[in-house]
């Protein structure tokens, strides 16, 4: 999910394991995610739950930025918060349950992609000290960099490769967007990063290890005012060269094109993900993609007023246009963001909200860039909130999940 939200979500992943029939040649994967509007006080607004994924994907993708990281609990070598070992257990239920391979995205950055991720805390309701992080510090000039920071991250990392066993693990999420917001203190995440891969790669040499890179901010193409509107080669070049000494095994790509797509009078390079993958020598895979099969709209004078006019159709397109990259660049792993809707069709078709309704009330309680974002990302899924399937879950099921 795009980091507008400031949300995490998760990513599921199984080892490879020799007494295991052989793989299939790509991976196709959902988030198994579920937002509930009014849960008990000591539960999260969201939950993992299976939907569809077993009949429609032959893998899981659990991005867990959300649930923050016990940095100051495993620094210290004391048990992570009870709250969070309690999402863990859930989400490790799941795993066995949908008994599919998992892709595991971790990353020590928060979901504003401009500081460290928060550290968990709580014993029955999980809550966040935001508190740990600064916007765009550098970080390996804090006191605690090395007992805490650099300490607590690698051990969080071998705890959760050794929990959840994963197929790939990333080792940040959209990385390149904390490059291009906070510059000047870049090479202290880099070098914090590499010495994890550095770590994992030396206990688990054939497990793939590598960071995910948000495509739109790589391009910078997504409106007129954009430094690189008109998909200016030269830029996405130097954007490139810029994460150059990032040690990664390969190029996961997050893209959420809608906006760029409108913007740029519904034309896209026909290599616009193929691209990125030739100027950084590295595979390509998927880490986070989806198209909204719903028009997003915000009020004005009284009328909702569609700011990206999307269809099914649009949708279909985009996986379309995903599916024949994939195969393109022989991807090891594609994720689709969503399974089913986040949101049911009522509320994604109005901008406006009847006082009262439990999901309106949900809506309100975020702020606006966190209402607008899950409201244009909500409609996402394969499937409607209802799980009746779309065209692009033809196109998935058929040319994808189960080939």
């Known amino acids: 999910m795009r980091a507008a939200i400031g949300w995490a979500m998760a990513a599921l992943l199984v080892a490879p394991q020799s007494t295991r029939?052989?793989?299939?040649?790509?991976?196709?994967?959902?988030?198994?995610?579920?937002?509930?509007?009014?849960?008990?006080?000591?539960?999260?607004?969201?939950?993992?739950?299976?939907?569809?994924?077993?009949?429609?994907?032959?893998?899981?993708?659990?991005?867990?930025?959300?649930f923050g990281v016990p940095w100051r609990e495993f620094a210290a070598g004391k048990n992570p918060p009870e709250a969070w070992l309690r999402q863990m257990d859930a989400i490790r239920g799941l795993e066995e349950?949908?008994?599919?391979?998992?892709?595991?995205?971790?990353?020590?950055?928060?979901?504003?992609r401009d500081r460290l991720a928060s550290n968990p805390a709580g014993t029955f309701a999980l809550t966040q000290d935001d508190s740990f992080g600064v916007r765009c510090e550098s970080i390996d000039t804090r006191p605690d960099y090395e007992t805490v920071v650099r300490a607590g991250f690698q051990r969080y990392v071998a705890y959760m490769i050794q929990r959840f066993q994963p197929r790939f693990v990333a080792l940040s999420v959209e990385v390149n967007i904390y490059k291009t917001l906070c510059p000047s203190a870049w090479s202290a995440i880099e070098q914090l990063l590499n010495e994890t891969y550095d770590m994992v790669k030396a206990e688990h040499p054939g497990l793939p290890v590598f960071h995910t890179f948000q495509t739109e901010f790589l391009w910078l193409s997504e409106s007129p005012e954009s430094p690189c509107f008109g998909f200016e080669r030269q830029c996405l070049v130097y954007n490139i060269a810029q994460l150059s000494g990032l040690k990664t095994d390969l190029y996961a790509l997050s893209s959420y094109p809608a906006a760029t797509f409108l913007n740029a009078g519904r034309q896209?390079?026909?290599?616009?993900?193929?691209?990125?993958?030739?100027?950084?020598?590295?595979p390509l895979a998927i880490s986070e993609t989806g198209y909204p099969a719903v028009p997003f709209t915000i009020a004005?004078?009284?009328?909702?007023?569609?700011?990206?006019?999307?269809?099914?159709?649009?949708?279909?397109?985009?996986?379309?246009?995903?599916?024949?990259?994939?195969?393109?660049?022989?991807?090891?792993?594609?994720?689709?963001?969503?399974?089913?809707?986040?949101?049911?069709?009522?509320?994604?078709?109005?901008?406006?909200?009847?006082?009262?309704?439990?999901?309106?009330?949900?809506?309100?309680?975020l702020d606006d860039a966190g209402r607008n974002t899950l409201r244009g990302d909500g409609a996402m899924g394969l499937r409607t909130y209802d799980g009746v399937a779309r065209p692009a879950h033809d196109l998935w099921v058929h040319r994808g999940a189960r080939h």
């Open 97 to 112: 349950r949908l008994g599919l391979p998992v892709y595991l995205a971790l990353t020590p950055i928060d979901g504003s």
């Open 21 to 66: 029939a052989a793989d299939p040649p790509r991976l196709y994967a959902n988030f198994p995610l579920l937002i509930d509007p009014a849960p008990p006080n000591d539960r999260l607004p969201f939950q993992f739950a299976a939907h569809h994924i077993r009949d429609d994907s032959n893998a899981a993708a659990l991005h867990m930025e959300f």
């Open 268 to 282: 896209l390079p026909d290599d616009y993900l193929t691209a990125i993958g030739s100027l950084a020598a590295k």
């Open 300 to 365: 004005s004078n009284g009328n909702c007023i569609p700011v990206e006019p999307s269809s099914a159709a649009d949708q279909a397109w985009w996986m379309a246009r995903v599916l024949r990259d994939a195969a393109r660049a022989q991807m090891p792993f594609v994720v689709w963001w969503a399974n089913e809707d986040l949101l049911p069709g009522p509320i994604l078709a109005s901008c406006t909200c009847p006082v009262g309704n439990v999901w309106c009330n949900f809506l309100n309680i």
